[in-house]
């Protein structure tokens, strides 16, 4: 089994050398660097696990190391140690991607606890990334996830239809994904290295439909200066994605019936037939069938469309998929927000599971967003997701607001000294709230006032 690599960058020569043999006598193998520059020549040789780094030093400062480190090796841990040490630069720290934040002179068996620590924290990171790896491969198809036998049932039709380029009709309702299943089909069929072009029928008046669709001839209309191909010719090939066809106006569906017949259209204020080779997905979150008896959709082209359909389940009628979605929103929104990856408590993730979710799993994907970005806690709860009370259980909806984590968890990182341990504390909670004092006398229990003057008594800033 290989050592664990521990990288110390300091250009304090005494506290390399004190460092370098408490760490080994630990069991580490431990490399050492002066300076920045010289730790990423050895790191693109030699990637290191946990990386110590002071913040002042020549040439690269240990925060431009910080930033580097986790633009480009997310998975290290770095921890910076300084003897300069305030409340803003440990916030500046932790935004920045630091692990920890070390006030020189460092007391070892802490330093130990803390490399201990993240190097746990690491390893349970990379067995996520490899068990997401794995769910995505049996549990997806291109960007659509679900272990239920329902949306395994519609991966097993995305299969099948993937491998003809006959039309397809996409029927779900709003935020379902019907995008996402076009795209699947596309790229998991023959045409994958031709064009894919969505256009949305809603967002456009007929005429302009119409020139967007079929392109037109210089001087067809006020303003045509010059010739243009319209995104039949755009998609050659490859796939032409019409979402929300059942707004689509009722001239334009004839146009369209006659594409799909005929393979052929004519561009506007032109008089002659270009030929095209395209597949048409269709998708549509309104009852079609209804809207032909109403006059609104023709009875001609809605059977076009419908001998190849995709029905896509409300997240209402497959929520066993839920958790597998949560934990991919919580990596995806932390990781597009740089933040460090969060988790639910056990009522939060119920609450998620009895919900409605009219919006579906876009609904889904925007709340478990606004949770990460907002929320300063590392598990979030209900009340991080803004949801409509009145849809929630009464026992989701009332918590207790001041659950105190066990010992052993703050036991296993910070002094023991009292003195020590308060500041320790209430350095990490304005990290954690990003200087916000109101915040951070919340999580720690206290009244704004009570944390200003613990505040001033050990000589930290207070504003």
Known sequence: MTATQILVVDDEVGMVTLLRNYLSREGYEVTTAPNAEIALQLLAEHPADVILTDLRMPGIGGMELVRELHASRPETQVILMTAFGSIDVAVEAMKAGAYYFLTKPVKLPEVGAIVHKALAERALRLENQHLRQAVEERYAFGELLGKSAVMQRLFALLERLSTT???????????????????ALHYHGARRRQPFVPVNCAALPEGLLESELFGHTRGAFTGADIARRGLLVEAAHGTLFLDEIGEMPLGMQAKLLRVLEQRQMRPVGSDREVAIDVRVIAATNRDLVQAVRQGTFREDLYYRLHVMVVPIPPLREHRDDIPLLVET?????????????????????RCLEQYDWPGNVRELSHVIERGVTLST??????????????????????????????AETLAADMPLNLDDLTQHVMTIALAKTRGHKGQAATLLGVHPRTLTRMLRRYGLPDA
């Open 377 to 406: 806690r590392a598990a979030l709860d209900v009340e991080d997701f803004g949801l409509d009370s009145a849809a929630l259980s009464p026992r989701l909806a009332v918590r207790s607001m001041h659950a105190a984590p066990p």
């Open 329 to 349: 929103f919580l990596q995806r929104h932390a990781a597009a927000n740089h933040l460090t990856p969060r988790h639910l408590t056990p009522q939060a993730l």
């Open 165 to 183: 380029t006959s039309t397809v009709l996409i029927q779900g309702e709003s935020g379902t994904g019907k995008e996402l299943v076009a795209r």
